[in-house]
């Protein structure tokens, strides 16, 4: 092999193990020998190579199959259709839309609707638990933590949605007064406040993506919590009519700690006992 080929293969090679965003995975692509570097696969202006290790397709992919590849076949995560095969070389094949998604992303989708389902009270929340919840986090001698982060690393922040409104904030434990500073990115001193309370709000100065804030919460006895506030992208498109408890399970799910929008968001929906049983899961963290 000559050294022009061997570095255009690895081109290839590189290329098709490029990772592009997929916002759904639909299908998959029945795997032989001569498939590989030959199918293209066009996504979100991106072009890729289909390889054994690569071969799922998302929503919105074009394909071009050419003839030393056919035939292709596709098996599609959905009850209705099963597969399809390509017979003949194509230029810009486009997927099928699924009305009844199945496969990994029905797996997904399940827990998200039973997830839903536990966190908004359909299934029975004891009221010896709920209590157990509301006064929680009491104990003076105890570190200050902040129980929507969840267990995660102190490094690790809060993201926000870059929507405009106030920041809720609440924890547990610490001596009062409590003293809150915040910070920009810089470390210069925004603000600063002494408090009695357990629970703060701060409206930013601005909402713009990649804006941080660092939060410093110090009680009487000198412990510690800080924590760095994030404005970024939603990590999925946002249907401004789509169930909210739905959005707010879906983001659970997301490598990001979410559970702080989620908090802002809920203290701005109605008053309902889905909402309150939401609030009291997301504090217990029991999920």
């Known amino acids: 092999m000559n050294t022009k080929k061997s570095l255009f293969l690895a081109l290839l090679w590189s290329i098709s193990n490029f990772s592009i965003a997929c916002d759904l995975t639909i299908a998959k692509i029945q795997w032989h020998e001569k498939l590989f570097n030959n199918i293209s696969v066009l996504r979100n202006g991106k072009t890729h190579f289909i390889t054994e290790k690569d071969r799922e397709l998302c929503r919105g992919d074009q394909l071009t199959v050419p003839q030393q590849a056919v035939p292709v076949t596709i098996w599609y995560y959905s009850e209705s259709l099963n597969k399809e095969e390509i017979k003949e ?15 990994m992303w029905c797996k997904v989708e399940d827990k998200i609707v ?10 029975t ?3 010896e638990k709920m209590v157990n919840v509301a006064t929680r986090g009491n104990d003076e001698n105890k570190p200050v933590f902040m129980p929507l982060s969840a267990g995660k690393p102190k490094n690790t922040p809060f993201f926000l949605f870059t929507n405009e409104g106030k920041v809720n904030l609440f924890w547990h434990n610490g001596k009062p007064p409590f003293q809150i500073i915040l910070q920009d990115n810089n470390g210069n001193e925004l603000l600063k406040r002494k408090i009695e309370q357990r629970k703060w709000a701060f409206i930013p100065s601005t909402f713009e993506v990649g804006t941080i804030y660092h939060l410093i919460v110090k009680d009487q006895l000198n412990q510690i919590y800080s924590t760095k506030i994030e404005f970024t992208v939603p990590p999925l498109p946002i249907d401004s009519k789509a169930d909210k408890f739905t959005l707010f399970a879906t983001l659970l799910h997301d490598k ?9 968001q809920l203290l701005a929906l109605p008053d309902s006992p889905e909402k309150q049983n939401f609030i009291n899961h997301l504090i217990a963290d029991d999920f």
Do not use: A, D, F
């Open 256 to 264: 990001r700690n979410w559970r702080l929008e989620i908090w802002r």
């Open 125 to 127: 929340i004891s009221s």
């Open 89 to 103: 070389p194509t230029t810009n094949y486009q997927l099928q839309e699924l009305k009844e998604p199945c496969g």
């Open 114 to 123: 039973s997830l839903v389902s536990k966190l908004t009270g359909k299934k």
